[in-house]
């Protein structure tokens, strides 16, 4: 854990700094566990964005924009309420541990100035946000602890706030952290973070390394450790992502340095926290796609087994007319009459109904034939339903994998249409679908769609007959369109063709072929569920995806 007590010290300075005297604007709910502060401090705007993640809790500011969903909790109501048009006095460590303690001035529900705390314990799966009135009494909590769960602490409205309790040495109480490190000659890391509150694994592996190395005593390695000046480092090696807030790291490592704290966790944390709040955002139609993607190939295996025992119905037409062929031979009470088939020249054993005379069995059969022959004309067409279940819900596993907020918002919609989920509320929602629009350097507009919504929209409705169709061939991907009427550049052409690939299923692949044709040569499939089309006149290019061209394309804001 590199978001320890000591990194959060320099962080709380960092965020104190920036923020102090500052207003919070406004507040938002990003996903379950991510919230972002919009606050004008300095005349700048800045965004905090914390995260109670289990994985990845952590507080910064960030400078990078992320869709605000207007779905917010009951909690994020409460903050709203009790701190925005707040304004901060103060950003501090508490004990030096995980703790962050914002107090705020706001005022109250009668217009009073009053004085409120946001406490952020930033401990993994415990991660927690609190807000207590300035008797420090809890108001609310992100997670809530009753006194029945047998914890060291209990967290609930009205009761006043405490800090998790430690008993651990004070890192900057350099009399005691003497006196403990004097004690004996040598320490495991694990001594270390026993004792010292705030340490972590990678400081205190960093203080005894350094004392072995150096042929120094853990103490002078210690002091050393605490006088490290500021310096924002990460690695660049590792796919780990390591970071602190020195120079940590053994010289030979390739590593960056940042101007802050929140610069570097910024930058870390950019790509995993977007995975992680969409994994969040998606994980319930995610499990739904799934699921059903799995129950219909269970039922098309299911199906398949009944339309071959329907289609063996001729069997029983013919026990039917051998049972009459052969009236004179067989009587009522029989419970089996062997009879000759001569189109085969076997004998073939048929059973009986001993309570029917011969011609009630021979009906019986018949009827049963004409069941079953009924039964293959549904079972055929439910057969042919299921198959276009597997294949659209096999799209849609990939389209939520390639979502925004906004993209799976509209695969909510379809989904509801379709009768899978309730129907949810809608506010302020826009005509037109959230498709991707890329310019090109000549002015050329590329349409990416990423949702049956949106390749229906601009496959349809947007493009224009003349305009430039491009997709995966036999792969599940993007509609991508281009405006533009009569031959295209060999650059436009890669361009389409790349984003086609890129936003599909082949995305981790190489040499992936693109199919492109004129739009009046594409027609939807009547009938289909989704956005499934037929084409012809068509021309295929291979491209290898690289997400390092894409991301340097130039995107038009809808």
């Not at 914390?50 to 992320?66: E, G, N, P, Q």
Request: aromatic share 10%; with cysteine; proline share 3%.
């Amino acid at each position: 854990m590199s978001l320890d007590g000591r990194f959060l010290s320099f962080l709380a300075n960092e965020l104190n700094f920036e923020l102090k005297d500052g207003r919070i604007q406004k507040i938002y709910q990003l996903t379950k566990t991510d919230f972002l502060f919009m606050i004008r401090a300095n005349q700048k705007n800045h965004q905090l964005s914390i995260s109670l993640s289990t994985s990845l809790s952590r507080i910064h500011l960030t400078k990078y924009s992320v869709e605000k969903p207007d779905n917010p909790s009951g909690f994020c109501m409460l903050l709203r309420k009790y701190l925005e048009g707040g304004v901060i006095q103060s950003i501090r460590t508490l004990n030096s541990d995980r703790v962050i303690q914002f107090e705020i001035q706001n005022l109250n529900e009668i217009g009073d100035m009053t004085n409120y705390n946001l406490y952020m314990e930033i401990m993994g799966r415990y991660a927690n946000l609190i807000v207590t009135d300035e008797s420090n009494k809890l108001i609310d909590a992100y997670k809530h602890i009753s006194p029945f769960e047998e914890k060291e602490r209990t967290i609930v409205k009205g009761i006043e706030y405490r800090l998790p309790k430690d008993e651990k040495i004070e890192p900057d109480d350099l009399e005691n952290a003497q006196q403990f490190l004097e004690s004996q000659p040598e320490f495991t890391y694990q001594e270390l973070i026993g004792k010292f509150r705030g340490f972590s694994p990678i400081l205190s592996k960093f203080i005894i390394k350094k004392a072995k190395l150096n042929g120094i005593s853990i103490w002078s390695s210690y002091k050393n450790a605490m006088s490290q000046p500021l310096l924002p480092t990460r690695t660049l090696s590792d796919t780990t992502q390591k970071f602190y807030y020195f120079d940590i790291f053994d010289d030979g490592l390739p590593k960056q340095h940042y101007s802050t704290l929140s610069e570097l966790l910024d930058e870390v944390y950019l790509e995993t926290s977007k995975i992680e709040r969409m994994k969040q955002m998606s994980k319930n139609i995610y499990q739904l796609a799934k699921r059903e993607f799995e129950k219909n190939k269970s039922k098309l295996e299911k199906l398949t087994m009944e339309l071959d025992s329907a289609r063996n119905s001729d069997l029983l037409r013919k026990k039917g007319d051998l049972i009459v062929q052969n009236l004179s031979q067989v009587s009522r009470g029989d419970s089996i009459l062997s009879a000759m088939d001569y189109e085969s020249e076997q004998t073939i054993q048929i059973e009986l109904d001993r309570l029917l005379t011969p011609m009630q069995n021979a009906n019986l059969y018949y009827k049963r034939y004409k069941k079953n022959k009924n039964a293959v004309s549904y079972i055929e067409k439910q057969i042919e339903l299921t198959h276009k279940l597997i294949l659209y819900f096999d799209v849609l596993i990939t389209q939520i994998e390639n979502a925004s907020v906004s993209d799976l918002d509209e695969i909510k919609d379809e989904l509801s249409k379709l009768g899978y989920i309730r129907a949810r509320n809608k506010k302020n929602k826009k005509g037109l679908p959230n498709y991707d629009v890329y310019i090109l350097q000549d002015g050329t507009l590329i349409y990416v769609g990423k949702n049956n919504i949106q390749n229906e929209y601009l496959t349809n409705k947007l493009a224009f007959s003349s305009d430039w169709w491009f997709h995966t061939k036999d792969i599940h991907g993007s509609h991508v369109i281009v405006k533009k009427n009569g031959e295209l550049s060999e650059e436009i052409i890669r361009t389409a063709a790349m984003l086609a690939a890129y936003f599909s299923n082949a995305r981790q692949s190489s040499s992936v072929p693109v199919d492109y044709t004129i739009v009046k040569y594409v027609k939807k499939i009547p009938g289909e569920i989704g956005s499934f089309v037929q084409y012809s006149n068509h021309k295929t290019i291979y491209i290898d995806p690289d997400a390092s061209f894409v991301a340097s394309l130039k995107k038009k804001k809808n």
